[in-house]
């Protein structure tokens, strides 16, 4: 059975006279979630002026978000959290803080735990951070479980999706697709996909014309041989729901 997990998201933007940050939180689907639930409300946006003396600091774009965890069992877990960057701009920065920790950049799992009861809940202990430098283009999307340290299978997990300019609220799972590499390419093209959606790419000549067709599954490493196509221009199409929502141009040589 399917457990339905709403996020609850607070965010901080700090930029003079303008709000640039966009954080979308998204609902995520674990069929083997059974312990711990994530509980929310949509997402709020401030704005702040920060100044030392009289000297107004550069506007830079901090966003915070903030969770609600519930252990929904019948007994105590101590709960452990672990982050997994799925895309992120060159240069920003994300950490979190939970179990009464905040951890750098680079650490993925916590190495505290916090202590939840039986139907106990918890709003203040998590915290998501992204740091964009000043960068109001900048970006990144951020997955986070949360699962007892004695069974890491039980766990529950949300997508938090950083950019601007504005705030919404989405169902949807992220869809990320890299760029094609190497391109231009000889032989073999490859690409990463991240999403828990089946999809499929289809390469079309620069007339319109399908010439190959490949299915993906869900979230994978892709590698398609283009050695039997003539030299040219060629465009890959990621379609989902019939709906085209990604092109990116390939360069057989």
Same mark, same amino acid.
């Given at each position: 059975?399917?457990?339905?997990?709403s996020?609850?998201?607070?965010?901080?933007?700090? &930029? &003079?006279?303008?709000?640039?940050?966009?954080?979308?939180?998204?609902?995520?689907? &674990?069929?083997?979630?059974? /312990?711990?639930?994530i509980?929310?409300?949509?997402?709020?946006?401030?704005?702040?002026?920060?100044?030392?003396?009289?000297?107004?600091?550069? =506007?830079? *774009?901090?966003t915070?978000?903030?969770?609600?965890?519930k252990?929904?069992?019948?007994?105590?877990?101590?709960?452990?959290?672990?982050?997994?960057?799925?895309?992120? @701009? @060159?240069?920003?920065?994300n950490y979190?803080?939970?179990?009464?920790?905040?951890?750098?950049?680079? @650490?993925? *799992?916590? @190495?505290?735990?916090?202590?939840?009861? /039986?139907?106990? /809940?918890?709003?203040?202990?998590?915290?998501?951070?992204?740091?964009?430098?000043?960068?109001?283009?900048?970006?990144?999307?951020v997955e986070?479980?949360?699962?007892?340290? /004695?069974d890491?299978?039980?766990?529950?997990?949300?997508?938090?999706t950083?950019?601007?300019?504005?705030?919404?609220? $989405?169902? *949807?799972? =992220?869809?990320?697709?890299?760029?094609?590499?190497?391109? =231009?390419?000889?032989?073999?093209?490859?690409?990463?996909?991240?999403?828990?959606?089946? $999809?499929?790419?289809?390469?079309?000549?620069?007339?319109?014309?399908?010439?190959?067709?490949?299915?993906?599954?869900?979230? $994978?490493?892709?590698?398609?041989?283009?050695?039997?196509?003539?030299?040219?221009?060629?465009?890959?199409?990621?379609?989902?729901?019939?709906?085209?929502?990604?092109?990116?141009?390939?360069?057989k040589?």
């Amino acid at each position: 059975m399917l457990d339905k997990f709403s996020i609850f998201a607070k965010m901080k933007v700090m &930029k &003079k006279n303008y709000v640039f940050f966009l954080i979308v939180v998204l609902f995520c689907y &674990k069929t083997n979630a059974q /312990s711990i639930n994530i509980v929310g409300s949509n997402s709020i946006m401030y704005n702040s002026t920060s100044s030392i003396g009289n000297d107004t600091l550069d =506007p830079c *774009l901090q966003t915070n978000s903030y969770l609600t965890i519930k252990n929904i069992s019948n007994k105590e877990h101590n709960i452990l959290c672990r982050k997994r960057i799925i895309s992120e @701009t @060159t240069g920003a920065d994300n950490y979190f803080c939970w179990g009464g920790n905040c951890y750098g950049v680079g @650490t993925m *799992l916590s @190495t505290e735990f916090l202590t939840l009861a /039986s139907n106990q /809940s918890d709003d203040v202990s998590f915290g998501g951070y992204f740091d964009a430098y000043c960068d109001d283009q900048a970006q990144a999307i951020v997955e986070y479980c949360f699962f007892p340290n /004695s069974d890491t299978l039980d766990r529950s997990c949300i997508f938090i999706t950083y950019h601007g300019p504005a705030t919404s609220v $989405s169902d *949807l799972s =992220p869809v990320i697709m890299s760029d094609f590499y190497p391109n =231009p390419t000889s032989q073999i093209i490859r690409f990463d996909y991240y999403s828990n959606k089946p $999809s499929n790419l289809i390469i079309v000549d620069v007339l319109g014309n399908q010439v190959k067709l490949h299915n993906i599954e869900t979230s $994978s490493q892709n590698k398609i041989d283009m050695s039997d196509l003539p030299n040219g221009i060629y465009f890959g199409n990621l379609i989902i729901d019939n709906e085209i929502v990604k092109m990116n141009k390939i360069v057989k040589k």
